[in-house]
């Protein structure tokens, strides 16, 4: 992924003009932070709990777009493919956890046991299996034919997987929300200092940073993540050091849905509400948490991930309200592609030439 | 592969009509636009002359409206094809300027803003009526969206050109969004109501055109909102200047301009080709197509509704560039056509056809082991071929729906499936869409140069250029017997 920019002689009136059009984007970007900074003060001040409230279910809600963040990133940073579907399969996990904890242990009623506690964690492992056996199949299915092709085929192809996959959603579960599961998290809210944190908000985090850190440790620690990072740098050179470079991206769409999964089951566990169109808005969220963070770049995914939760929770609490979340979180995008396209983390990868 | 390239040299016209080559297509199209328009005529003012038979299966599978419909959806996809087609930008927002478009004219053509009291041409009716508003004629509104969405089409490609592509991508689907939002939202917006919101601006003026009163004979007047014919000829004049415009600007400097962008970004800008300005026409005259597009979608539905203006659009319009040909604007308009008409006719009208008839279970059964057929028949017969796995993605959707059609106890819609399953087999076995244009196959075939170096030295040995090619038929329409031959893709990676 690190591509050095061939050097570029640039003649010296264009440089001034560089350097003014530098200065000029400077300012923008630290009026615009500045700007930022006041709301969030003035809202701060003017109702101390309501924004911390909101920060917490932001938090949350955070963890979980970087669980969805990641398996973009890990896709995007092997084989430089926006995977469309990706949030889709999220939703389809959504569906499963309810399909395992509702139908096939038949829980009826929320709040928790240790007997739930239990069918959490089958419901994780389950949800995980599911949706990265599917995401492995899906690139088995069609992306990998595309490895070659050029870059807007493979794009359009995960649009298509995308339809398909609402297609799916749409049989499981009809177009109507579906909202009549239970939870086996334990239910109500705490109240320190007036501030309200619902005890699920917990168990997310608990739940979602031992796997954040596993999946660094995968990647980092071992045989199989040195691997990962050798095909995202050169395939060829990776296939010469006898690296089975189609085993290599499989595992890395296994990786990637089976966050999806996870970050499924806890939505689903939390929220409660699930419907065949989620994906579409949660997938796009997640992918501008990974572009916020720098796409490809795994610490990236989280920390943009956990900011956009922020953004959107405090939007939603004390801002412009949930009718403009979307434009918010599309907002930051663009003004992010103009003022730093690599992302917070991201270092220039530049185009290859 | 034994793949030779074969040149097969244009055969001349059988029946010894000899039209010049680029004029086949345009001729076509009127004469097609013709036929429907002398149908319609004869069928809604001379109805005795149409045999019952013929009017009942126009009625129930080709009715005028849905056909007005396709039309504007082929003057967006024929913008998009600008963007998409021919400079090779991916743009996933593209119903935000038929959303512009539209609002144009739901501010300078109703009563919306019934304050004023500005009028220009507009509609006899809001004369007569004293209707407070801003009434201006269409034609005037056309250029005012085009122009605006234009502008728009500048604002968002401005900052954001520079990104890769598939950055690009997100981009403008994020501003798809946005506008939508903001459309949705507009009914406060900072305390001002500038688009009434989820319930939209309605009525929009009628439009000033002419028209048939009850004997058939022509008058000029305003066209009220069934007069379903006159509003066809209105969309038939709008598509034709579409095209014409796409034809026309595709040849030019601009046009190879662009060309050359999509093929290779790096070569172009080393011979002198402005990147920045000429990505930046493309957008902004894809804008112009798409608010035409939404000026004539307000005319067609009497009103404008956000709700029309969601990204699953933006999607079946780059699902129609991709079926019809990318770059090849009679492909695009053709795949427009289908897609649109299998979207509002098609498909519900063969569904609810399958429902009425009670046949569920019998034609879910034909389906789902026609199905099983083709899977069976391309694992079993053409094992080592390219078409095996062809006939098995056909296959395996068309067994999903015969098995879903033979079990399901609810009315499932299959429009997802199917347009999904239309993008990834087109993707995958035909990039180059149902009508190709030589060009865009070549490009499509193979990786451009920079991808190809990027991936490796394993394909040095795919050059285009080195590609026989013939001459005649280079342009839109003709299809052209290169051999395929860059099956390496496939063959690499299974």
């Not at chain 1, 001034?16 to 006041?38: E, F, N, P």
């Not at chain 1, 395992?100 to 709040?111: H, P, R, T």
């Not at chain 2, 069934?226 to 579409?242: G, N, P, Q, R, Y």
């Not at chain 2, 990039?431 to 070549?442: C, D, N, Q």
């Amino acid at each position: 992924m690190t591509q050095t920019t061939a050097p570029v002689r640039i003649v010296a009136h264009q440089r001034s003009a560089v350097v003014i059009r530098k200065y000029l984007t400077t300012a923008a970007a630290v009026l615009i932070l500045l700007g930022v900074a006041w709301w969030l003060v003035t809202s701060f001040i003017n109702d101390p709990k309501l924004f911390l409230s909101s920060a917490v279910v932001g938090l949350q809600n955070g963890t979980l777009f970087a669980l969805i963040a990641l398996g973009y990133t890990l896709v995007y940073g092997i084989i430089e493919l926006i995977n469309f579907a990706h949030g889709d399969l999220f939703m389809l996990g959504t569906l499963f956890s309810g399909l395992i904890i509702s139908s096939i242990f038949g829980v009826v009623k929320s709040g928790a046991t240790v007997g739930g506690w239990v069918i959490f964690l089958v419901a994780l492992v389950g949800c995980m299996a599911f949706c990265g056996g599917i995401n492995v199949a899906i690139e088995f299915v069609a992306y990998r034919r595309l490895r070659k092709a050029p870059k807007l085929a493979p794009l359009i192809t995960a649009v298509g997987m995308s339809f398909v996959l609402l297609f799916v959603g749409l049989l499981w579960n009809g177009s109507a929300q579906k909202s009549d599961w239970r939870s086996v998290l334990p239910q109500g809210a705490m109240y320190p200092g007036g501030v309200r944190i619902e005890y699920k908000a917990f168990v997310v985090i608990a739940m979602t940073v031992p796997l954040l850190l596993l999946m660094s440790w995968i990647v980092t620690q071992t045989r199989v993540g040195k691997a990962m990072r050798a095909v995202a740098q050169d395939q060829d050179a990776a296939r010469l050091m006898g690296i089975d470079v189609n085993r290599i991206i499989s595992f890395t769409f296994l990786l990637g849905g089976a966050l999806a999964g996870a970050a499924g089951l806890m939505y689903q566990q939390v929220i409660g509400t699930t419907r065949y169109d989620l994906g579409f808005n949660f997938g796009l969220i997640a992918f501008t948490a990974a572009v916020l963070g720098g796409i490809g770049n795994l610490t990236g995914a989280v920390l943009g991930g956990v900011l956009i939760g922020l953004i959107k929770g405090l939007n939603e609490g004390v801002g412009l309200g949930q009718q403009w979340s979307q434009t918010v979180v599309f907002g930051i995008l663009i003004l992010l592609m103009v003022f730093r396209p690599t992302g917070l983390l991201g270092q220039s990868t530049g185009e290859k030439v | 592969m034994s793949d030779i390239a074969t040149v097969v040299p244009p055969t001349p016209s059988r029946r010894g009509v000899n039209i010049k080559p680029g004029l086949r297509w345009p001729l076509g199209f009127l004469t097609a636009a013709v036929i429907i328009f002398l149908y319609y005529y004869l069928d809604t003012y001379f109805r005795p002359a149409i045999p019952d038979v013929l009017h009942n299966f126009v009625a129930t599978w080709l009715p005028l409206l849905p056909i007005n419909e396709a039309l504007i959806y082929a003057m967006a996809a024929l913008g998009l094809n600008v963007v998409v087609g021919y400079a090779g930008l991916l743009d996933l927002g593209f119903v935000a300027f038929w959303a512009i478009g539209g609002y144009t004219a739901g501010w300078l053509a109703s009563g919306f803003f019934f304050n004023q009291d500005i009028r220009f041409f507009g509609s006899a009716f809001t004369l007569n009526q004293a209707t407070g508003g801003v009434h201006i004629t269409v034609w005037l509104v056309l250029v005012a969206a085009g122009l605006l969405c234009a502008l728009a089409g500048v604002i968002i490609g401005a900052p954001t050109l520079r990104l890769r592509s598939d950055y690009l991508a997100l981009v403008t689907l994020g501003f798809g969004e946005i506008i939508y939002e903001v459309f949705y939202n507009g009914d406060n917006l900072f305390g001002q109501n500038v688009s009434n919101g989820n319930r939209g601006i309605s009525p929009v003026d009628s439009i000033r055109f002419f028209k048939f009163d009850n004997t058939g004979a022509f008058t000029w007047g305003d066209v009220g909102p069934f007069d379903v014919l006159s509003k066809f000829v209105f969309f038939v004049i709008l598509t034709a200047i579409v095209l014409f415009a796409s034809l026309r600007i595709r040849e030019g400097r601009l046009g190879r301009a662009w060309l050359a962008i999509r093929e290779d970004e790096l070569a172009a800008s080393m011979m002198g080709v402005p990147l920045m300005r000429t990505k930046l026409s493309s957008y902004a005259f894809g804008a112009v197509a798409g608010g035409i597009a939404g000026v004539a979608f307000a005319v067609h539905v009497s009103g404008v509704f956000p709700d029309r203006f969601r990204f699953d659009i933006s999607i079946l319009l780059l699902a129609m560039v991709v079926l019809g040909g990318m770059g090849n604007v009679w492909g695009v308009t053709i795949g427009a056509i289908i897609l649109a008409w299998t979207n509002s006719t098609g498909l519900p009208k063969a569904q609810s056809l399958i429902t009425d008839s009670g046949s569920k279970e019998e034609v879910g059964t034909i389906l789902a082991l026609a199905g099983l057929g083709l899977i069976i028949a391309g694992v079993v017969l053409f094992l080592r071929r390219r078409t095996a796995p062809l006939l098995t993605f056909i296959g395996v959707p068309v067994t999903v729906i015969g098995v879903v059609l033979f079990a399901a106890k609810r009315d499932v819609s299959f429009q997802f499936l199917i347009f999904g399953a239309v993008l990834i087999i087109m993707m995958l076995f035909r990039r180059e869409g149902l009508i190709p244009e030589a060009r865009t196959r070549l490009v499509l075939r193979e990786p451009g140069r920079t991808e190809a170096e990027a991936l490796g030295a394993d394909m040095v040995d795919l050059a285009p250029e080195l590609e026989r090619l013939p001459d005649e038929n280079v342009h839109a329409g003709g299809s052209v017997p290169v051999a395929p031959r860059a099956l390496t893709g496939e063959e690499e990676a299974r």
